[in-house]
């Protein structure tokens, strides 16, 4: 083997030694941030973005323009845009926040991926590139969980353990 494929076989093999921690910790945070900014933009009376520093701390409300928002450009069927535009607007600040904390991350990311399937099949049909990075993102923390940065984390330190070769009932 020539030289410089010995050195790029073992630059690969450093990238085995990133941490799944630090990899779920910025699918959640960024997963989280793209939620809650879509979910910030349906309402007034309560502005948090960590990011540009502005803090309105109220009791939130839908914007006025969010139901027509869900009735003329979203359109989802069997829903009425006033039931649609609560559910994603709570749905949008609810998950986010349990993400980030990595509190039932797994049904969070599931909630998420859930949201994002009705947008790329039901709202925007051509923004898959996208929607396929959310999904990918989503879909990891649901097969891998959130890492040990995370309250599920802590959560589970304090859970028994069975004993190994224990019967279970």
């Known amino acids: 083997m ?7 076989m073992a ?7 990133i941490p ?7 699918a959640r945070f960024s997963l989280a941030a793209v939620f809650w900014q879509s979910g910030q933009s349906k309402i007034e009376g ?7 520093g502005e803090w309105l701390l109220g009791w939130p409300r839908l ?3 969010t139901i027509a928002l869900f009735a003329e450009e979203y359109r989802l ?3 009425s845009p006033e039931l649609a535009a609560y559910l994603a607007t709570v749905g949008e600040h609810v998950l986010p926040i349990l993400l980030l904390l ?3 991350t797994r049904w969070a990311a599931l909630g ?9 099949l039901l709202v925007y049909p051509n923004a898959w590139m996208v929607h396929g990075l959310w999904a990918t993102g989503l879909l990891y923390l649901m097969v891998h969980g959130p890492g040990c940065i995370s309250v599920d984390a802590w959560l589970r330190r304090g859970l028994p353990r069975p004993a190994p070769n224990t019967p279970r009932a």
């Open 112 to 120: 998420l991926l859930g949201m994002t399937l009705v947008i790329q």
């Open 102 to 104: 990595g509190l039932f």
């Open 2 to 8: 020539s030289t410089w494929l010995n050195r790029i």
């Open 77 to 79: 069927p069997l829903l």
């Open 11 to 17: 630059l690969e093999a450093h990238f085995q030694r």
């Open 20 to 26: 799944h921690t630090v990899i779920a910790f910025i």
């Open 46 to 52: 309560l502005a948090i973005n960590i990011v540009n």
């Open 63 to 65: 914007g006025e323009n």
